[in-house]
């Protein structure tokens, strides 16, 4: 095994801590899983940098990258979506339960992950993949176009915002910080990022894939 498909590989086994971690209550948890989202992000790109610059493609490198691809989307999309939309947070001193403190803040209220992008975010990728395998059997090799590539860079600032949201938004709450003036532009902010972000993901994730069948449908078609 090469070092780019090691790195890959390595990728996947941080898969189940990075969807484990921010279920905990500790900030220092949801902030180690912030850290291995933004290793697992990176690496993303370098093993395929390193395969591409020193000739180390390989079939085990074609099959492990995207299926790591696939598996950090589900790991980060589920707690996002978990923790936005049904968290309750229990104040200790009261016991009063009020809504998640982790949905984005904007100055236009709170947002949280609808279930509706969830679905076609992931159904997106899932045919995809059917989609590139059904073409590959046929003699056809889909390579990436520029607007997926522009579609992964914003999930990856989405995703990346929730999970540095997920560690924040604890340790204000431990720290008391959320009536202090800073922390709210800070919260905004960050809120913003993720929103703007997310819009551009489930945009691009539609306008590449409709991309993808105008450019390729026909081909698969016809060589079957």
């Known amino acids: 095994m090469n070092l780019p498909n090691a790195i890959t590989v390595g990728r996947i086994a941080l898969t189940p801590l990075i969807a484990w971690l921010p279920f905990t209550t500790s900030w220092t ?8 989202f933004l290793i697992a992000a990176i690496t993303d790109y370098w093993d395929g940098h390193l395969a591409r610059q020193h000739n180390l493609v390989t079939d085990l490198g074609r099959l492990l990258d995207p299926l790591a691809d696939k598996l950090l989307l589900l790991a980060t999309l589920v707690p996002m979506y978990w923790l936005q939309r049904h968290y309750t947070f ?12 982790f949905l984005f803040v904007t100055p236009f209220g709170r947002i949280a992950l609808p279930l509706w992008i969830v679905l076609v975010v992931l159904g997106r990728e899932a045919f995809m993949t059917v989609f590139r395998q059904v073409a590959a059997h046929r003699g056809l090799v889909i390579a990436a176009i520029g607007p997926a590539k522009w579609k992964t860079a914003f999930q990856s600032v989405w995703l990346g ?4 949201w997920f560690f924040a938004a604890t340790l204000a709450s431990r720290e008391g910080w959320q009536n202090d003036a800073t922390w709210r532009g800070f919260a905004v902010f960050n809120g913003l990022v993720g929103v703007i972000s997310m819009t551009g993901a489930v945009g691009l994730t539609v306008w590449s894939l409709w991309l993808y069948l105008r450019r390729y449908g026909r081909q698969v078609v016809a060589a079957g």
């Open 29 to 36: 948890a949801r902030l180690i899983a912030f850290a291995l």
């Open 161 to 164: 915002a929730a999970y540095f």
């Open 90 to 101: 229990i104040a200790s001193d009261s016991g009063d339960a009020t809504a998640s403190p």
